[in-house]
């Protein structure tokens, strides 16, 4: 059963702690990118990968981190630097840039309290 | 500065019309635009697509247009039915211009479909 798979759904941290949302692929697909979405917002792009070991940010990468140690991996960190961690991350993956479809996960809801 | 936008946050129609959905993009470098549909506390879900050599696609019910000229480009469903019912996103990227793997979406429109 292929797709791309996000977790926790809901998460709850403290102020100032770090938190690391995880999302996997088995569509074996190059691209992985994450996305915020606020109320009444569109989707603003984090950071992308075009491949392993590299990443690109996107843009509002201030406070976040990623890695791609794994093709099927692209965990997101929020750092306690991200002033407004409270939101909706989606995780997205295709199989090269824009002009190709991006499959996404069911999201995180993140709430820092 | 918005590059993508859908001016109108919600359309209501009634089953078995058309819906229309516009959006409007400023960056002239654009060449490639998508429809994501999503529902709440989902992630979206691609509908259709289109490339900017072309005008006009379309896939069963769904039809996009684009007109390049005026930057615009609309949805268009027909008929409509209660399972549409949904927040519509366009996006778009430019492919030629090496920005390919930015996305860049739109806010949103609400469509609610109504029996």
């Known amino acids: 059963d292929g797709g791309i798979t996000q977790s926790p759904k809901y998460l709850f941290r403290k102020e100032g702690q770090n938190v690391t949302l995880s999302c996997e692929q088995n569509?074996?697909?190059?691209?992985m990118y994450w996305y915020r979405q606020d109320p009444g917002q569109g989707l603003r792009l984090i950071y992308y990968?075009?491949?392993?070991?590299d990443f690109q940010k996107g843009d509002i990468a201030e406070g976040y981190s990623v890695s791609r140690e794994k093709k099927e991996s692209f965990p997101l960190t929020v750092t306690s630097a991200q002033k407004n961690p409270t939101a909706f991350y989606l995780c997205a993956s295709s199989w090269g840039g824009g002009n190709t479809e991006a499959f996404f996960g069911q999201g995180t809801r993140l709430t820092v309290v | 500065d918005q590059q993508v936008k859908q001016n109108s946050p919600s359309l209501s129609v009634q089953e078995g019309r058309i819906s229309i959905l516009n959006c409007d993009y400023t960056n002239s470098m654009f060449d490639y635009f998508l429809w994501y549909k999503k529902y709440p506390a989902e992630g979206p879900t691609f509908l259709i697509s289109?490339?900017?050599?072309?005008d006009k696609n379309e896939d069963g019910r769904f039809t996009v247009f684009l007109n390049k000229s005026a930057k615009h480009l609309s949805l268009h469903i027909v008929p409509s039915q209660p399972g549409d019912s949904a927040v519509y996103f366009c996006a778009a990227s430019s492919v030629s211009g090496g920005s390919n793997y930015k996305l860049t979406f739109g806010k949103g429109t609400l469509l609610t479909v109504n029996p």
């Open positions: 289109i490339s900017s050599i072309k």
């Open positions: 990968s075009q491949i392993v070991n």
């Open positions: 569509l074996n697909h190059d691209a």
